[in-house]
């Protein structure tokens, strides 16, 4: 029972941070959502990794190495290690530059603004909501996941998801943005910290990893899991893709909005790398390590095997303070609640005249009620879904290959001038409409899916290797879908945008006045 | 070395990315890095450090001049008027 009770003590303080800086803030709207655009550089780049460090990449990386193997170290954390920093660097900046210049909040007022089209907007809007959901929604099957089992089973999966709803609705309800932004610097710390002393208690116990490795080279089934054997090439190169899809997530650009001073960005993108290191490497490791402990677990069962190495190897209180480690990976999806409740107060209820008409404190508490609502849906769904996906694949099918293939719609906004509306709207129906089709095809070839480890199988055999089934996903000529959709995006964004008439003088001065490109 | 800046620093971002890509690794669990860990994986945790790296570089070499134009403007219009 003790390390439920650690973890009960952890959320406890989590609460408290948040309602502390329920305390230290005002009732404004820039203050709930963007805390007064005030975060200096070391709670910026803390709660920026917070941000985007959740239950995938600890769970869902973790269960994916237990089946692929090393290679998935390089997959995202290395990739994301090289293109998120540089997003941070090119996009986040400007987003930054954008913000306090003219008061925007979410990247759907810059787009609305520099395209002069409030459809694209709204159509951005229903987009990003459609595919953050899910994202929110493994947050919560996570959290019920590592609260069941860290307490052996005693408190199920229903009850553990609907306490750490309740306790992370409860901090964005009343901390915002600057509650939200404490707590993943907490939340951060405390893994980097905790995660080290799982990684070296779990080693030690099992005898010394190097013993480890040995077993796992010398058994025939484990062996290639110390290579990238389970990982084909095409698909290896196309992931390199998925990670432009931090910077299009709506709360790593809110995120990019708070920070107080430009200069907060240059620590981030330095050492956002060396995060990624130390948060991944563990994961990964431990996930092929697990392979040698738990045979035999299926895709959704993996998802769990950093847990059972904690409870199994590590004493009680420990295995608590580690759990809640955990935890705090899991509970990201404060950030991902509170820029869906941010656009909506923001894009949709302020746009269209709410603001005006009840005033910013209604705005405030519509953001609130918004909060509520989401995080009631993403339990309800998080109860059903439970053991029906793994939570990596679930992430990456909705949402990173979505948001990595609108990424070139924010470039064309930010750096090319003769980019219109109607190229970003025919990028975006295009992301819509392959999504759809994405997802269509992975259902319709579910019953073809091979075992990890077995070749990919033809869908449509007679259109050849064209649609393949792989274990986790659909791929083209073995290249993730993601790979073809970002380059449609471009391909449409610049060949629409040459055929239709360019934005007006105004707008173009606006946003790239003849001194300072695209900033001042 | 101002006008080929631009090009150096676009033909290090290609090179770090291509390093992303290393073939010769891929089925090598051998040697073991600091005696367990696998070399593919051990190459990916030096590649974190590289981009870490790559980015420092960027930040003083290509930092963009009118970020900090920006913050020190909004800083002034931020000051109290002197009387």
Redesign the interface.
């Given at each position: 029972m003790t390390p439920v009770i650690v973890v009960f003590i952890y959320l406890a303080i989590v609460l408290y941070i948040g309602i502390f800086a329920f305390r230290s803030g005002k009732s404004s709207g820039e203050d709930y959502f963007l805390a007064s655009r005030s975060l200096g550089q070391y709670i910026f780049l803390l709660a920026l990794f917070g941000t985007n460090m959740t239950a995938f990449s600890i769970l869902g990386a973790s269960g994916l190495a237990y089946h692929r193997g090393i290679g998935v170290f390089g997959l995202l954390a290395s990739a994301s290690a090289f293109v998120i920093p540089l997003t941070i660097f090119l996009i986040g900046t400007r987003l930054w530059a954008m913000g306090k210049r003219f008061g925007h909040i979410t990247q759907v007022q810059f787009l609305r603004d520099r395209w002069e089209c409030s459809f694209i907007g709204t159509l951005i809007f229903a987009l990003t909501a459609a595919m953050l959901v899910p994202y929110i929604i493994i947050g919560v099957m996570g959290g019920g996941q590592t609260l069941e089992a860290i307490s052996d089973g005693r408190l199920p999966y229903w009850a553990g998801g609907a306490l750490v709803a309740l306790v992370v609705m409860s901090y964005v309800f009343f901390g915002g943005m600057r509650g939200t932004a404490w707590v993943n610097t907490f939340q951060t710390l405390l893994f980097l910290c905790f995660g080290t002393v799982a990684f070296v208690l779990i080693g030690k116990n099992l005898g010394g990893f190097d013993e480890v490795m040995r077993k796992l080279a010398s058994n025939p089934a484990t062996a290639p899991l110390l290579t990238r054997a389970r990982i084909p090439p095409q698909e290896f190169f196309s992931y390199a893709f998925i990670p432009l899809s931090s910077i299009m997530f709506p709360h790593v650009a809110i995120m990019c909005m708070t920070a107080k001073k430009a200069s907060s960005f240059k620590k981030t993108v330095v050492f956002y790398p060396i995060c990624l290191l130390l948060l991944w490497l563990p994961s990964v490791f431990l996930g092929v390590v697990a392979a040698s402990q738990f045979p035999g677990l299926r895709p959704g069962e993996s998802d769990g095997v950093i847990l059972r190495l904690l409870t199994t190897n590590t004493d009680p209180l420990l295995a608590g303070i580690l759990g809640a480690a955990i935890m705090a990976c899991v509970m990201a999806s404060d950030s991902q609640i509170l820029a869906l409740c941010t656009m909506f107060t923001e894009d949709i209820f302020a746009y269209y005249g709410g603001k005006e008409r009840f005033g910013e404190t209604a705005q405030v508490w519509t953001g609130r009620a918004f909060v509520v609502g989401v995080t009631l849906v993403a339990y309800a769904a998080a109860i059903q879904l439970k053991d029906k996906a793994g939570i990596f694949e679930l992430a990456i099918r909705f949402a990173f290959s979505g948001f990595a293939a609108l990424s070139p719609v924010m470039l064309a906004a930010l750096f090319w001038k003769r980019s219109t509306k109607w190229g970003a709207l025919a990028a975006v129906l295009w992301v819509a409409a392959t999504m759809a089709g994405s997802w269509y095809l992975h259902e319709a070839s579910a019953t073809l899916a091979p075992k990890p480890g077995q070749p990919a199988a033809q869908i449509f055999p007679a259109l050849g290797d064209l649609f393949l089934r792989t274990p986790g996903s659909v791929t083209i000529y073995g290249y993730l879908p993601v790979m073809f959709i970002c380059l449609g995006s471009v391909a449409l964004m610049a060949v629409v945008s040459l055929l239709t008439r360019p934005p007006s003088t105004e707008t173009i001065e606006k946003y790239f006045p003849a001194q300072s490109p695209a900033l001042t | 070395m101002n006008r080929s800046k631009p090009w150096l620093l676009t033909a290090l971002?290609l090179a770090?990315?291509l390093l992303?890509?290393?073939?010769w690794?891929?089925?090598?669990?051998d040697p073991?890095v600091l005696?367990?860990?696998?070399v593919?994986?051990a190459y990916?945790?030096a590649?974190?450090?590289l981009?870490?790296l790559?980015?420092?570089v960027?930040?003083k070499l290509a930092?963009?001049?009118?970020?900090?134009?920006?913050?020190s403007?909004?800083e002034d219009e931020r000051r109290p008027p002197q009387p």
């Open positions: - | 971002v770090v990315f992303h890509q290393d073939f690794n891929w089925s090598k669990a073991l005696g367990f860990l696998p593919g994986l990916h945790a590649y974190c450090a981009a870490a790559m980015m420092l960027l930040v930092w963009p001049a009118d970020l900090d134009r920006i913050e403007r909004l």
